[in-house]
Nanobody, 123 residues
């Protein structure tokens, strides 16, 4: 069973920073692209960022949504089987539930979902 576990959500003022982390089993981590979706209060979903498996030939190996480009950075630590999302210069419109996701490639990264962690940005 694929398990993705998020941590690091919380409340922050606009302009602040948060780092979300997601851990997975080593098998899940190695064989899959991983990423972050966010779900807004009105239930709309957006793929925020994704990063390819170290075994993948995907080019480019990362994806970052235009809405967060230059503010958010995705990275993976292969030794710790962790994928992180560093979020800088947060805005109130970034308020959402952030889900760690996994799948075969950055284009299809939503096969597996974590339960999500709330990020709230106040103005």
């Amino acid at each position: 069973q694929v398990q993705l576990r998020e941590s690091g959500g919380g409340s922050v003022q606009a302009g602040g920073s948060l780092t979300l982390s997601c851990t997975a089993s080593r098998r899940t981590f190695r064989g899959n692209a991983l990423g972050w979706f966010r779900q807004f209060p009105g239930k709309e979903r957006e793929l925020v960022a994704a990063i390819a498996s170290p075994d993948s030939s995907d080019d480019p190996s990362t994806y970052v949504a235009a809405s967060v480009k230059g503010r958010f950075t995705i990275s993976r630590d292969n030794a710790k089987a962790t994928v992180s999302l560093r979020m800088n210069r947060l805005k109130p419109e970034d308020t959402a539930v952030y889900h760690c996701v996994g799948g075969g490639s950055c284009d299809y990264v939503d096969d597996y979902w974590g339960q999500g962690t709330q990020v709230t940005v106040s103005s």
